[in-house]
């Protein structure tokens, strides 16, 4: 039973350096939410994909970040350039789409640290 | 600006004990409703959803939803050790796309065998 996975778990990335999280949604689910979660601070909506659509970004800082959804393979969140502030747990979630109530179903985070 | 606040805790209650977590919501026109479990270095795992004005029971958990003064709660029946953790209150808006929750930062509950 495979639920939403993620990788890496754990990313250490020096200033400057591309940060690359990947996340893959549960079977027979084809929307994604990529969240990040700050020390002390709740979780905060980043953007929403759908197979090669972005439907909701309001959450995306405006430089820097990028997310993608291809047809084949994982969803990609992609941080150029990365800088302390950066450092979070970047919480991946799923659901099968279809219904305004959607419950969100997370995967076990990647943890980005920032040198 | 759309908010959702919780109180930090940490809320301790003895085991056996129910345990009440509460959350407040800004946006009077706010849908859905959700209560996830975090564990630490854990991701939140979805317990109850509610949309409508009233109580709904899973299990030992009971979420009550009231829209007329934007609050809902989780209450915990029977607490046991393994319930401790952080619950995070999640809310949903009528203008927000699918997926797109406003959380509360948590209140993490501790039960004492």
């Known amino acids: 039973n495979a639920g939403v996975m993620q990788n890496p778990r754990h990313l250490v990335r020096r200033r400057g350096q591309e940060a690359r999280l990947r996340c893959s949604p549960m079977?027979?689910?084809?929307?994604v939410y990529w969240y990040r979660q700050l020390p002390e601070e709740g979780l905060k909506f980043m953007v929403y994909l759908q197979k090669e659509n972005i439907i909701d970004e309001s959450g995306m800082p405006k430089e820097r970040f990028s997310a993608e959804f291809p047809k084949e393979g994982p969803s990609i969140l992609r941080i150029q350039q990365v800088v302390r502030g950066d450092s979070a747990a970047y919480f991946c979630?799923?659901?099968?789409?279809?219904?305004?109530?959607?419950?969100?179903?997370f995967g076990s985070g990647t943890q980005l640290s920032v040198l | 600006q759309k908010e959702v606040e919780q109180n930090s805790g940490p809320l301790s209650v003895p085991e056996g004990a129910i345990a009440s977590l509460n959350c407040t919501y800004s946006?009077?026109?706010?849908?859905?409703f959700f209560w996830y479990r975090q564990y630490s270095g854990k991701s939140p795992e979805l317990i109850m959803s509610?949309?409508?004005?009233g109580d709904k029971e899973d299990g030992r958990f009971t979420a009550q939803l009231n829209k007329a003064s934007q609050y809902v709660s989780l209450l915990i029946r029977d607490s046991q050790p393994s319930d401790s953790a952080t619950y995070l209150c999640a809310v949903k808006g009528r203008g927000g796309s699918q997926g797109n929750l406003i959380f509360g930062k948590g209140t993490k509950l501790s039960v004492k065998p």
């Open positions: 979630a799923s659901s099968p789409g279809g219904s305004t109530n959607e419950k969100l179903f």
């Open positions: 946006d009077r026109v706010s849908q859905s």
């Open positions: 509610i949309y409508s004005n």
């Open positions: 079977k027979g689910h084809s929307h």
